[in-house]
């Protein structure tokens, strides 16, 4: 597997949230959603940043830190098409990682927090650091992901780490996760 491989799926999923109904989010869907759509936008959210966290895994593999400085033409043109589309799905990703905080993680001191949150906190990290710089746009929007979900996401799971309930162990963890994801080794 390789970049490229990973991007091209990746690429879709975001055509497919830009084209379908889902990414009407912002036509206060939010409100009025029935539960059938927050379970789609939380399937559809939930495997896309499984994907980001699989293209992290991979570049961290082949020491690249940013796609930005990619040489291949055609990887060149994946990138920018894939970062052009993280900012105009900006909203929907924002929706689908507040719900995804606030249907998954909310509870912690009285839930368990597993492995499949960690992986998201990972993809939405990765998503970051790999497309950052890569279209004019993005840094500014990736600011409001850091200010809006970062903070609340390491919050939360810090929360949980507290009171007993993150319950991921050594098996769990992805091979080459970066050390700088520190959340996989607070269990350790």
């Known amino acids: 597997m390789n970049i490229q491989s990973i991007l091209v799926p990746i690429r879709q999923r975001l055509i497919k949230i830009k084209n379908d109904n889902l990414h009407q989010i912002n036509l206060n869907i939010k409100e009025s959603s029935n539960s059938k ?33 990619v ?12 970062s052009n589309l993280i900012v105009d799905d900006k909203d929907w990703l924002l929706y689908y990682l507040s719900a995804y905080l606030d249907f998954c993680v909310d509870f912690y001191e009285y839930d368990s927090i597993g492995k499949e949150v960690l992986e998201i ?4 990290q990765f998503m970051i650091d790999l ?13 409001k992901f850091s200010y809006e979900i970062g903070e609340d996401f390491d919050k939360k799971l810090l929360g949980s780490k507290e009171y007993g309930t993150l319950k991921v162990i050594e098996k769990d963890m992805p091979r080459d996760i970066p050390t700088n994801h520190c959340w996989w080794f607070w269990n350790r």
Request: with cysteine; hydrophobic share 35%; aromatic share 8%.
């Open 71 to 82: 040489q291949n033409d055609d990887l060149k043109n994946l990138v920018k098409d894939v």
């Open 37 to 69: 759509t927050r379970i789609d936008i939380l399937k559809e959210g939930t495997d896309l940043f499984k994907q980001f966290l699989n293209l992290g895994i991979v570049a961290n593999k082949e020491n690249v830190n940013c796609l930005k400085s």
């Open 121 to 124: 906190r990972s993809g939405y």
């Open 131 to 143: 497309f950052k710089g890569c279209n004019e746009n993005i840094d500014l929007e990736f600011q």
